[in-house]
Nanobody, 115 residues
């Protein structure tokens, strides 16, 4: 299983970023996918989850209405569109899946929201 994130960077408050996660090594279309984030000195927290076929999504209260998770099962990709970014969104963002009780993480991508 391999998960590779991209799209992080530095953005001003109020700006937008689009994170992508390219997945391989497993049956992507049958796997729910999630994005987590970890800010300095804080525990890793769940940001958003999408069901295997994309019909169901869930979000942390802190990002509802600003972030959108989506997936393309033909391209084995899951995307996190982040709008109206705030300084408190600064963190390393990780792509995640769980296969038969085994947890798989990407290497993470840094998102920094600062003026």
């Amino acid at each position: 299983v391999q998960l590779v994130e991209s799209g992080g960077g530095l953005v001003q408050p109020g700006g937008s970023l689009r994170l992508s996660c390219a997945a391989s090594g497993f049956t992507f279309s049958s796997s729910p996918m999630s994005w987590y984030r970890q800010a300095p000195g804080k525990e890793r927290e769940l940001v958003a989850t999408i069901s295997s076929v994309g019909r169901s999504t869930n979000y942390a209260d802190s990002v509802k209405g600003r972030f959108t998770i989506s997936r393309d099962n033909a391209k084995n990709t899951v995307v996190l569109q982040m709008n109206s970014l705030k300084s408190e969104d600064t963190a390393v963002y990780y792509c995640y899946t769980n296969r038969w009780g085994n947890k798989y993480w990407g290497q993470g991508t840094q998102v920094t929201v600062s003026s």
